[in-house]
């Protein structure tokens, strides 16, 4: 019986220290980076509480080696975790040059390792065809392999012996329907009989243009950055993945922008460039309170209040569509038109101590109160979610939170406007976001050394819970 009860205990450390936080990085996206740049963006990713970046690496770029040296460097001076996320969709990784890189950069200090087994976690985009390359990889060089093989059922996958876990790629929902978790689901009831991680995927939004590409559509965005960390928090997956720090193409970046990085939008032959003007940096401002919601299943710490806003600077009929579909008929699925997918709405999250009220004024308009959609059980603290309708008027955005009175936080947001500057209708968000003391960014309540800290303390504290229990259980058989 004790034997028993000590195996549930090292499950219960398993299950916690297992849990970490990715951001899918486009390193071909990087290609002009400086040394200073990784130091910026790993440095807000460090803030936002993210434990590490999962490198999408296509094969044959032609300073890859030098970045990806560069960002191993930068991120062992700050402590921070980098890992290989090998891209196989345009041709593939031949098997030895797989095994290279992999020798080269999983030793680095700063590579990710999974636990309990302490390898070194290696990830996929997409690559089934190339499945049997892994098991003379893995002989050659000890990794987890966790890949993204979203073109095979989790079932089918995860009895392969060749995968330690399976990510998905499903991360937005189809048509105008709210995300469900029926995927995340399969893969963990799947994972679960053979006790293999799942990669949780989360996105905020999802719109591309790229005719090099064939890609000109838009997949439901509006409260999804909301609903998708309630769902993490629902769900407890092992680990969770950003999509992504920095795809620009595809509009779901919550990485800052820089200019030389936006190149792209030339390379994909894009009618426009609709990231340009485009932050989405707010959308990382209440990262380290769901990720630290995640972490401890419900035990997240408000440090400073604030509010989040996020919507598309053009209503969906004021602009021509440039043939963009909601939905996409290469994924398999029937479309639509893409305003009957993306809502004419302002969107806003707001992070409070407790109950607060919300006002949303358009154009100079009337400042009216808005009801929250989402809120905390009981009104206490947590994360406040609701949107308003455009109802066809145009001009600057405000939205102001105050409680009893007194002001809270404010985002004065950019234009609504019938205005088409590419005579195409650009259906990426535009992102605010303002706290209590005036920062439009997000602020770390701890460094990741103190994180791990505080996790080592809720796993001790849980630990000695139990060990409590199991020594009257044992003296009262």
Known sequence: MLSVLCLCLLGLVYQTQAKAVFAHFMVANSANFTRKHWEADIGAAKAAHIDAFALNTGYGGANTTKLLNDAFSVAGSLDFKLFLSLDYSAGGWPEDQVVAYLKNYTTHPAYFKDTPTNEPLVSTFEGYQSMGDWNNIKRKVNVSLIPDWSTKSPQELANNGVVDGLMSWDA??????????????????????????????????????????????????????????????????????????????????????????????????????????????????????????????????????????WYRLTPGSACPAGQTTGNAESQGQDTMAPGKVLTDRVFFSA???????????????????????????????????????????????????????????????????????????????????????????????????????????????????????????????
């Open 172 to 309: 937005w929902p189809w048509g105008n329907q709210p995300m469900n978790t029926t995927s995340d689901e399969d893969y963990l009831t799947a994972l679960k009989p053979h006790n293999k991680p799942y990669i949780m995927p989360v996105s905020p939004w999802f719109y591309t243009d790229m005719v090099r590409y064939d890609k000109n559509w838009v997949w439901q965005g509006d409260d999804l950055w909301y609903e998708r960390w309630q769902q993490v928090v629902q769900l407890q997956p092992e680990f969770v993945e950003i999509i992504t720090w920095n795809d620009f193409g595809e509009s779901h970046y919550i990485g800052p922008i820089h200019e030389n990085e936006l190149g792209i939008f030339e390379y994909g032959g894009s009618p426009f460039n609709y990231a340009e003007g485009f932050p989405h940096d707010g959308w990382r401002m209440f990262l380290p309170y769901v990720v630290e919601e995640y972490k401890s299943a419900g035990s997240g710490v408000v440090d400073d209040e604030g509010v989040v806003v």
């Open 351 to 477: 992070l409070l101590d407790s109950q607060a009220e919300v006002r949303v004024s358009i154009g100079g308009g009337a400042n009216d109160t808005v009801q929250w959609s989402d809120s905390p059980k009981g009104g206490g603290k947590g994360l406040y979610h609701g949107n308003v309708e455009m109802d066809n008027r145009t001009g600057e955005v405000v939205v102001t939170v105050s409680r009893s009175g007194k002001f809270v936080a404010q985002v004065l947001g950019e234009k609504i406007t019938k205005d088409c500057p590419h005579k195409l209708t650009n259906w990426n968000a535009w992102v605010g976001s303002a706290t209590t003391n005036g920062s439009n960014a997000s602020t770390s309540r701890a460094s990741l050394d103190e994180s791990g800290a505080a996790m080592g303390s809720r796993v001790l504290t849980v630990l000695m819970q139990m060990m409590v229990v199991v020594w009257v259980g044992w003296f009262a058989v």
